[in-house]
């Protein structure tokens, strides 16, 4: 236990020696070998290159998927509003013709086109 105190004190007062020999040690192996790490670095950069490669695309494809949804959904939209529009304008031009035929029928007389009015629309 004493040792390990003085260990310690002794590396809080001249922690720059194990730094400078770590850094002397790492130099040396740089030196000695400099392909290895630089074929390290360059892995290293096409991997991340190729990750880059993928997640662009991952996100141009879910953005291609998305503003196609979009259209057929604003299709879909627009198709059944012109549906509707369409079924009203029939509906009122129905209405109208049967308007029509019931003033007709009753030759202007008030009490019964009104009673024929709230049978046929409930007016």
Not at 22 to 50: D, F, G, M, W
Not at 83 to 106: F, H, M, Y
Request: charged residues 40%; contains cysteine.
């Amino acid at each position: 236990m004493f040792t390990l105190l003085k260990a310690w004190t002794w590396l809080k007062n001249y922690w720059y020696f194990p730094v400078i020999a770590i850094v002397a040690l790492c130099v040396l192996l740089y030196t000695r070998n400099p392909s290895a790490a630089q074929e390290l670095l360059k892995i290293s950069r096409e991997s991340h290159a190729e990750e880059k490669e993928i997640l662009e695309k991952a996100e141009k494809d879910r953005l291609e998927k998305e503003a196609r949804v979009n259209k057929k959904y604003e299709e879909a939209l627009k198709d059944i509003e012109d549906r509707q529009t369409a079924a009203e304008k029939e509906l009122n031009s129905k209405k109208r013709k049967e308007l029509k035929r019931i003033i007709k029928e009753t030759d202007g007389d008030p009490d019964l086109m009104a009673e024929k009015l709230r049978e046929r629309f409930g007016i």
